[in-house]
T-cell receptor, first 116, second 113 residues
Framework: AQSVSQHNHHVILSEAASLELGCNYS??????LFWYVQYPGQHLQLLLK??????LVKGIKGFEAEFIKSKFSFNLRKPSVQWSDTAEYFC??????????????FGKGTHLIIQP | ETGVTQSPTHLIKTRGQQVTLRCSSQ?????VSWYQQALGQGPQFIFQ???????GRGNFPPRFSGLQFPNYSSELNVNALELDDSALYLC????????????FGSGTRLTVV
């Protein structure tokens, strides 16, 4: 079974700082990769996804992520964060060998706080 | 297009009771999956329905069961509730088996006392 590890559980940054959140997964086969964001009191929203092709994917609100297959990593980045980026961020994996029947496997999340 | 809607938003049940949670999938989506999110944790996959049949299940006991209806809406049923079942239950829909990504609802907050 696949698993997802998010290295930072809590991150505090100042506005305009650069952001990188780490995500590693363990699964030997083909995967789809996702980053979701959960703003306070709101539902999970898709930030970006990787299915195939260019390993550098761009998402909403200036976020991007790079898939490095050799490192089983899918780190999330943003060059300059804003106070409104304060939220919980989840990395998730969908293993394709089971025909997608395993659903999404999530990491434990990273709580990001941006200080004005 | 309408998103994923879940009902009720909050629920309080007593240990040993049974509960049914409901989910309406996003228009055009034929796959529904359910997740349990405990406080401070990431969502955990319970099971998935594709075209009215369960086609994937996570590590949850049989007292967690579900249904998907012809209009692709879904129910999650939990029997013999335990205190540890207290969590946010999330429904997600997708077009096919996740190849196009998943859209999540706002969840049902279940408290078992």
């Amino acid at each position: 079974a696949q698993s997802v590890s998010q290295h930072n559980h809590h991150v505090i940054l100042s506005e305009a700082a650069s952001l990188e959140l780490g995500c590693n997964y363990s699964y030997g086969g083909t995967v789809n990769l996702f980053w979701y964001v959960q703003y306070p009191g709101q539902h999970l929203q898709l930030l970006l996804k990787y299915f195939s092709g260019d390993p550098l994917v761009k998402g909403i609100k200036g976020f991007e992520a790079e898939f490095i297959k050799s490192k089983f990593s899918f780190n999330l980045r943003k060059p300059s964060v804003q106070w409104s980026d304060t939220a919980e961020y989840f990395c998730a994996v969908n293993a394709l060998s089971g025909g997608g029947a395993d659903g999404l496997t999530f990491g434990k999340g990273t709580h990001l706080i941006i200080q004005p | 297009e309408t998103g994923v809607t879940q009902s009720p938003t909050h629920l309080i049940k007593t240990r040993g009771q049974q509960v049914t949670l409901r989910c309406s999938s996003q228009s055009g989506h034929n796959t529904v999956s359910w997740y349990q999110q405990a406080l401070g944790q990431g969502p955990q996959f319970i099971f998935q329905y594709y075209r009215e049949e369960e086609n994937g299940r996570g590590n949850f006991p049989p007292r967690f069961s579900g249904l998907q209806f012809p209009n692709y809406s879904s129910e999650l049923n939990v029997n013999a509730l335990e205190l540890d079942d207290s969590a946010l239950y999330l429904c997600a829909s997708s077009q096919g088996l996740g190849d196009y990504g998943y859209t999540f609802g706002s969840g049902t907050r279940l408290t078992v006392v």
